[in-house]
């Protein structure tokens, strides 16, 4: 039996509140191993951007903050710690939305994710030419402005200026948003790829489960600002609420709410 790769990052019972009075997170506890991939799954508003936002502390810029609970990174807390602090420590996240820098150039938005190494021009030189290798359609397109690139080319600078920092752990929001199934295909192989030959851990919030399952191997389903559920890639795929709610493999009539009564007593179980 191989060993369990030691936890990267562990989110521990956190809640978050906005405004000083919205509860958003209601005690919010999931791990993401070394060089792991990890599944954050939910339907719109459940809460997954908040947790990501929690962890790379971004919360401040939307008058959020963490109110109880802990966020440990490498053995380190990080809850509360300054952003710029949190990415020189090794955590990017690649918003939802992507994000651009639409007035730059391809390769000018590529090397604002270098902006705070210090290891000189050559390695960031040597980084550029790495990203490009994982996404060549991007080489024809560097000189091109962001902003009139295709959604799937800007997800592939979004995460490739991800990749320029150099991060042990990426924080992935909604990869699949607004794009092409064929392009959903390849962002998450290359994604798969990074995991493998990069070695980067990865925190995936993505609605599309089917996807997501497909590269991770471990999953937490949010509802509501809570985890319902936990479980490894494989047991989530097979779970029966999973595939009706989030894969739509039920094939009996018009998908149901996921508050819907009929479940009400499987919910009760997993909220208690």
């Given at each position: 039996?191989s060993?369990?790769p030691?936890?990267?990052?562990?989110?521990?019972?956190i809640?978050?509140?906005y405004?000083?009075?919205?509860?958003?997170?209601k005690?919010?506890?999931?791990?993401?191993?070394?060089?792991?991939?990890?599944?954050?799954?939910?339907a719109n508003g459940?809460?997954?951007?908040?947790?990501?936002?929690a962890i790379?502390?971004?919360l401040?810029a939307?008058r959020?903050?963490?109110?109880?609970?802990t966020?440990e990174?490498?053995?380190e807390?990080?809850d509360?710690?300054?952003?710029?602090?949190v990415?020189?420590?090794g955590?990017t996240?690649?918003?939802?939305g992507r994000?651009?820098?639409?007035?730059?150039?391809?390769e000018?938005?590529l090397?604002?994710g270098?902006?705070?190494?210090r290891d000189?021009r050559?390695?960031?030189?040597q980084?550029?030419e790495r990203v490009?290798?994982y996404?060549?359609?991007?080489?024809?397109?560097?000189g091109?402005?962001?902003g009139?690139?295709?959604?799937?080319?800007q997800?592939m600078?979004a995460?490739?200026?991800?990749?320029?920092?150099?991060p042990r752990?990426?924080?992935?929001?909604?990869?699949s948003m607004?794009?092409a199934?064929?392009?959903?295909e390849?962002i998450?192989e290359?994604?798969?790829?990074?995991?493998r030959?990069?070695?980067?851990?990865?925190l995936?919030a993505?609605?599309?489960?089917?996807?997501?399952l497909r590269?991770?191997?471990?999953g937490?389903?949010?509802?509501?600002?809570?985890?319902?559920?936990?479980?490894?890639?494989?047991?989530?795929?097979e779970n029966e609420?999973?595939k009706?709610?989030?894969?739509g493999?039920?094939?009996?009539?018009?998908r149901?709410?996921?508050?819907?009564?009929k479940?009400?007593?499987?919910?009760?179980?997993?909220?208690?």
């Amino acid at each position: 039996m191989s060993p369990v790769p030691p936890s990267l990052l562990k989110v521990n019972n956190i809640e978050v509140i906005y405004e000083h009075v919205i509860l958003v997170l209601k005690g919010v506890s999931l791990q993401v191993p070394e060089g792991g991939i990890v599944a954050l799954l939910g339907a719109n508003g459940a809460g997954k951007s908040t947790t990501l936002k929690a962890i790379s502390n971004l919360l401040r810029a939307e008058r959020g903050e963490v109110t109880k609970g802990t966020i440990e990174f490498a053995g380190e807390r990080i809850d509360g710690m300054d952003a710029a602090r949190v990415v020189a420590m090794g955590v990017t996240q690649i918003m939802e939305g992507r994000r651009m820098f639409q007035h730059l150039s391809v390769e000018d938005d590529l090397l604002t994710g270098a902006h705070s190494r210090r290891d000189g021009r050559p390695a960031v030189k040597q980084d550029l030419e790495r990203v490009y290798h994982y996404f060549p359609r991007l080489t024809q397109r560097r000189g091109v402005k962001t902003g009139y690139l295709s959604g799937g080319e800007q997800q592939m600078v979004a995460i490739g200026r991800a990749l320029m920092a150099r991060p042990r752990l990426m924080l992935l929001d909604e990869p699949s948003m607004g794009l092409a199934p064929m392009l959903v295909e390849e962002i998450f192989e290359i994604v798969g790829r990074l995991n493998r030959e990069e070695e980067v851990a990865i925190l995936l919030a993505e609605q599309n489960a089917a996807m997501a399952l497909r590269i991770a191997q471990y999953g937490y389903v949010m509802e509501s600002g809570r985890v319902v559920l936990d479980a490894d890639a494989n047991t989530l795929g097979e779970n029966e609420d999973i595939k009706e709610f989030y894969l739509g493999l039920t094939g009996v009539g018009q998908r149901k709410s996921y508050r819907d009564v009929k479940h009400y007593k499987r919910r009760k179980r997993w909220l208690s």
